[in-house]
Structure formats: structure tokens, C-alpha cells
């Protein structure tokens, strides 16, 4: 099994370009946002009494124990990241907005903006080769952070 320094490593490879990578701070969080946004949109049958659970949230806890495994600290982050998504997407549901709907348009318009990125960049993207890289996108744009701030990997 890969540590976390070498998928972030194997990752970074096919992101060199400056515009690739610029696109990548824009599109990679879009995604994410986007596909917890259509998972938000699904509830669960069972709802304890003043809770709306969903599949995202759900999901958000496996992907957290996911990152766990690769490194607590990127897990912790994530988790923020998470529940700043499903906090986000419950705000746009209150507003009336059709979660599906407003999810696959970001999620369609990110993924327009990564296949240019790849174009530039001259490289297929890494989920071509793994589809783990899926899952360490938003990891590698936050371990820039982690690096900025001194928090360890």
C-alpha cells in the first residue's frame, strides 16, 4: 500500500503546469463540493427525530476513514472540508434550490475546466491510471496548505 507522501508524489507528476494547477485550486473543490451536493440530495430511509441524514453523510465518514488511514492530520482537514460542504448544500436546500440540479451543473462545468487543465498540461489525468486519485485531488491541493502552515502530513 502506497503512504501518503507517495500518492501525493505520483499525483503531482501529471500536474506540473502552472494553468493546470491553477485550474485544479478552482475544479478539484468544485467536484468534491459537487458530488457530495448529489449525495446530499439523497436522504436515508431512517431519520433519528431532528436529523436529516443522507447518503453524503455517510459517505463523508468512509472517505474519512479513508484519509485516516493515508494521514490523520490530511483526515482532519478533510472532515472540515466535509462539513463545510454539507453545511453549504443544507443552506442552498433551505434556499429552495434543487440540489441535484445545482450539483451536476458544477460538477459538469469542473470537469470541462480539468479535461483543459489536462489538454495544457499535456497529461492524462491521473484517475486514468488509478481511481484512487479521485480521492487524493482534494488531498494534494490540501496538503499545499498543510505545507504553508507548518501542519504535518
Known sequence: MKNIHQWLDDYGSSHRNPTNKL???ICVPTIFF?????????PLPFQPSGMYLTVAHVALLLLIIYYLR?????????????????WLWRLLADAGLVIWQVALLLFVLAWIGQFIGHKIEGAKPSFFKDLQFLL?????LLSFIYRKTGIPL
Open 70 to 86: 493515508l494521514s490523520p492530520s490530511l483526515a482532519v482537514g478533510m472532515l472540515v472540508i466535509g462539513l463545510i460542504c454539507l
Open 136 to 140: 487524493i485531488g482534494p488531498a494534494w
Open 23 to 25: 485550474i485544479h485550486w
Open 34 to 42: 459537487s458530488i457530495v451536493g448529489f449525495l446530499y440530495a439523497i
